[in-house]
């Protein structure tokens, strides 16, 4: 390893660090999730109608907020942001810091971006690329808001390269945790070990078994957190609806082709970068490249199941 190159790791190692820093000090402003899961947090140790008003005076969004307009709806809420477990459970871990609940929910975006960072210049070997794409906008955004979408970033990112390596037992492990952080992540768990076993890098049980084993933990998830089926999910997120509770969902074909073609012509514009990068890496000849595959399955079912045009 050369002086040059061990002088440029640290120059970026520097530069990932001061981005993280910013992210942490310059959150997204208008976040509306952070404090959903600031009140599950506050949920183990109070009752919602104490929870409710700190909430609900937390920042301008969620006062003009007309879903949470009662401890009751607060309450209802809940259950969709409950089934990120081990994302809940690091905002509670963290309280030895003695930092506020958003302050380290702050930290766990940050420190996940500098995960993320480490990760790719191991990934790439390169600082210069790695960097420009940490710096870029459509990534730093994600490590601004107060949602589980850093850490899992993070954990799915650090799965992959251990996939890419050979190292299946703690790429897939990395993987299954994945689930506990984002419940959706079960559609790339689901699409790497159809991947694996393609390429006869794993058998027919062992992916049979990881399989029900990720499967099974959502539903673990989804029973313990009270969460809502995908119709409700869908309709009080693209349709309407006070309450997720108090939804009865009545929607066809049309009305879901019709919010999926909608959605789709917002984000074209926001995955131009990730398409042209991941054609760039599809034709770069990597030996990585066939990951790709699972991933843009993984994405595209995503998408189909729930056609959001956020940007993360």
């Not at 808001?145 to 990112?157: E, K, N």
């Not at 050979?166 to 992540?185: C, E, F, K, Q, Y």
Request: aromatic share 12%; charged share 15%; hydrophobic share 50%.
């Amino acid at each position: 390893m050369s002086a040059r190159y061990i002088f440029t790791t640290c120059l970026y190692l520097g530069f990932i660090a001061v981005v993280s820093w910013a992210c942490f000090r310059h959150p997204v402003a208008d976040d509306f999730d952070r404090y959903i899961y600031e009140a599950l947090v506050r949920g183990r140790y109070e009752t919602v109608e104490v929870v409710y008003p700190v909430v609900k005076h937390s920042n301008k969004r969620a006062e003009e907020s007309s879903v949470l307009d009662s401890p009751t709806h607060l309450g209802q809420l809940e259950p969709l942001y409950a089934i990120k477990p081990l994302y809940v459970e690091a905002i509670d871990a963290t309280a030895f810091t003695g930092l506020s609940i958003q302050t380290r929910i702050n930290l766990i975006s940050a420190l996940s971006l500098f995960g993320v960072g480490i990760v790719m210049l191991i990934w790439t070997g390169n600082p210069l690329y790695s960097a420009l794409l940490l710096a870029s906008s459509a990534i730093t955004v994600i490590f601004r808001m107060g949602t589980p979408d850093g850490l899992s970033t993070f954990a799915v990112l650090a799965g992959l390269w251990a996939v890419s390596r050979s190292r299946l037992l703690i790429g897939i492990l990395l993987l299954l945790v994945s689930v506990w952080i984002r419940t959706d992540n079960l559609l790339l768990v689901i699409a790497v070990l159809g991947y694996l076993l393609w390429e006869k890098q794993i058998t027919l049980v062992d992916a049979g078994v990881m399989g029900a084993t990720s499967a099974a933990s959502v539903a673990v998830i989804n029973h313990f957190s009270g969460n809502y089926s995908w119709p409700v999910l869908f309709q009080f997120s693209f349709i309407g609806g006070r309450s997720p509770a108090e939804i009865d969902p009545a929607f066809g074909l049309v009305q879901y082709f019709g919010v999926a073609s909608r959605n789709a012509e917002t984000i074209i514009t926001q995955v131009a970068i990730w398409l042209l990068l991941g054609i760039m890496a599809w034709s770069s000849k990597s030996a990585d490249r066939g990951l790709l595959i699972p991933v843009w399955i993984a994405v595209a079912a995503h998408y189909a199941l729930y056609p959001s045009p956020e940007s993360r």
